[in-house]
């Protein structure tokens, strides 16, 4: 197959025409319902989606029109690929200097409209607090949404050297004028040592824009595995926290309830106490911490 100089591919019957384009998954976390005055409430994990200006959808996505997605847009051809996600963030939802790292690269093909796109997704967790969130020039509206997902079906059939687990996941984002739900089946194929996982995007005409929803729920996994080994946490917390307090926004990541010796186990090295309490809150007043940025530096 060769490449002609108008960028399609030919195989003298087929020309595929390859776009590269971008999204973020920008995560953050806020306090949810107050069930108990005598805790603190449990955190909710949000997501941050933008509904694209009417004009940017081309005529064959004319069915992505009014729907929200993950920030993103096409790649410029002067630009590298980490250079439009900081570009499309910034004219789409006014966040900068935000640090994304790489999540995965996702190729789908258009038969329909002979192109194959390929987009690069980033993700990124901030503590919403110290951003101003605005819609830009390429975006109609922007807002954070709460996110969640949950198993709603399960099927695992073995193989010759293993199985392979089909989950079916329900994903919801929600504010209060706006509820949007998805589904995305993640196979699981495990032959031996090897495991290899991925994500199917369910069609729903009232879901999130292309296939959005897979996007986010590689990225609801990945870090779910990344935040009991990393610090990927603490940048969801402010300069000084409680260790309640950044136990919930754990428990939130990683989906479920921590014991408490386990969790303290887990980040004491990452933390520095200060001489300060927690004050001006209805608890009885709390040692307050911060983040050590040497931790990887120190023995255990």
């Given amino acids: 197959m060769n490449e002609s100089k108008n960028g399609f591919f030919n195989d003298d019957s087929v020309q595929i025409q390859s776009s590269n384009t971008v999204d973020m998954v920008i995560f953050s976390a806020i306090d949810g319902e107050d069930k108990d005055p005598r805790r603190l409430p449990d955190k909710v994990l949000q997501v941050l989606l933008v509904k694209k200006k009417r004009d940017l959808l081309a005529t064959e996505n004319e069915s992505q029109q009014g729907k929200w997605s993950l920030p993103g847009g096409f790649v410029n051809y002067e630009e590298s690929i980490d250079e439009a996600a900081v ?19 996702w190729g789908r093909v258009y038969p329909d409209f002979r192109r194959r796109v390929i987009s690069t997704s980033y993700m990124a967790l901030v503590d919403r607090k110290k951003f101003i969130v605005k819609s830009g020039e390429d975006a109609e509206d922007v807002r954070w949404f709460n996110v969640f997902s949950k198993v709603i079906g399960k099927n695992k059939r073995p193989t010759a050297n293993g199985y392979i687990l089909e989950e079916t996941f329900e994903i919801v984002a929600q504010n209060e004028e706006i509820t949007i739900k998805d589904h995305v089946v993640v196979k699981t194929t495990v032959e031996g040592h090897i495991s290899k996982t991925e994500n199917t995007y369910i069609e729903n ?33 402010p300069e000084l926290f409680t260790l309640t307090e950044l136990q ?53």
């Fill in 87 to 105: 570009r499309e963030l910034k004219e789409e939802t006014n966040l900068e200097n935000v640090y994304m790292e790489q999540l995965y690269t």
């Fill in 205 to 237: 005409k009232d879901g999130l824009a292309f296939d959005h929803a897979k996007v986010i729920q590689y990225a609801l996994d990945r870090m779910k595995n990344k935040v009991m080994y990393t610090d990927i946490a603490f940048s969801l917390m």
């Fill in 248 to 300: 919930k926004v754990y428990e939130v990541l990683y989906r479920r309830e921590l014991a408490d010796a386990y969790f303290r186990k887990k980040v004491k090295r990452m933390l520095t106490k200060t001489a300060l309490l927690s004050e001006g809150k209805r608890f009885r007043p709390s040692k307050l911490y911060q983040f050590n940025p040497r931790w990887k530096d120190e023995e255990e």
